[in-house]
T-cell receptor, first 115, second 113 residues
Framework: DSGVTQTPKHLITATGQRVTLRCSPR?????VYWYQQSLDQGLQFLIQ???????AKGNILERFSAQQFPDLHSELNLSSLELGDSALYFC??????????????FGPGTRLTVL | AQSVTQPDIHITVSEGASLELRCNYS??????LFWYVQSPGQGLQLLLK????DTLVQGIKGFEAEFKRSQSSFNLRKPSVHWSDAAEYFC???????????WGAGTKLIIKP
């Protein structure tokens, strides 16, 4: 158990809908990262938050957004969903700002299926 | 752009045999390199990482990796695999543009009894 929790475990929805994925980092970790893992694109970094502020962006679509709240939990919002958004979405957390200095701890993921 | 290549999609190894998983990266300077393992239905767990110094890095679960600059490689090894090592293994390098991880496609390790 990494200490990172993600809810829900599974999510099935329809095209055009909007969903929210939730992540609680390990106690004391200030950075939260979101990743997408799909069969065709593999693992991709989406976005990082550190202590409530956005710090780095990767291949995140404009239809996707995230935020980190004062209690440090984070939410990833996916809107106008398309079939291609079906994937496993991981959250990870680390203690500091620069992941090169820290270990990232991954949650178990949320599997999103868009029908 | 930086990239990470894991040339083997699947590798099958007998239990007790040695293992080497290949990883090649493209990067100009000294890279920051990682190996992660993803067990079925689980998140990713860090096995080991290389930043600088000794090119042979020891990790958890009996794994090690060797950084070879001349070959742009960071191969993962284990002298004797156990059935519990069956999983998918990912190599990653830190991007020099946004300091985030760039991932290889992964190698699925299958253990034969």
């Amino acid at each position: 158990d990494s200490g990172v929790t993600q809810t829900p475990k599974h999510l099935i929805t329809a095209t055009g809908q909007r969903v929210t994925l939730r992540c609680s980092p390990r106690s004391g970790d200030l950075s939260v990262y979101w990743y997408q893992q799909s069969l065709d694109q593999g693992l991709q970094f989406l976005i990082q938050y550190y202590n409530g502020e956005e710090r780095a962006k990767g291949n995140i679509l404009e239809r996707f957004s995230a935020q980190q709240f004062p209690d440090l939990h984070s939410e990833l919002n996916l809107s106008s969903l398309e079939l291609g958004d079906s994937a496993l979405y991981f959250c990870a957390s680390s203690a500091g700002l620069l992941m090169v200095a820290d270990t990232q701890y991954f949650g178990p993921g949320t599997r999103l299926t868009v029908l | 752009a930086q990239s990470v290549t894991q040339p083997d999609i699947h590798i099958t190894v007998s239990e007790g045999a040695s293992l080497e998983l290949r990883c090649n990266y493209s990067y100009g300077a000294t890279p920051y390199l990682f190996w992660y393992v993803q067990s079925p239905g689980q998140g990713l767990q860090l096995l080991l990482k290389y930043f600088s110094g000794d090119t042979l890095v020891q990790g958890i679960k009996g794994f090690e990796a060797e950084f070879k600059r001349s070959q742009s490689s960071f191969n993962l090894r284990k002298p004797s695999v156990h059935w519990s090592d069956a999983a998918e293994y990912f190599c990653a390098v830190v991007s020099d543009s946004n300091y985030q991880l760039i991932w290889g496609a992964g190698t699925k390790l299958i253990i034969k009894p």
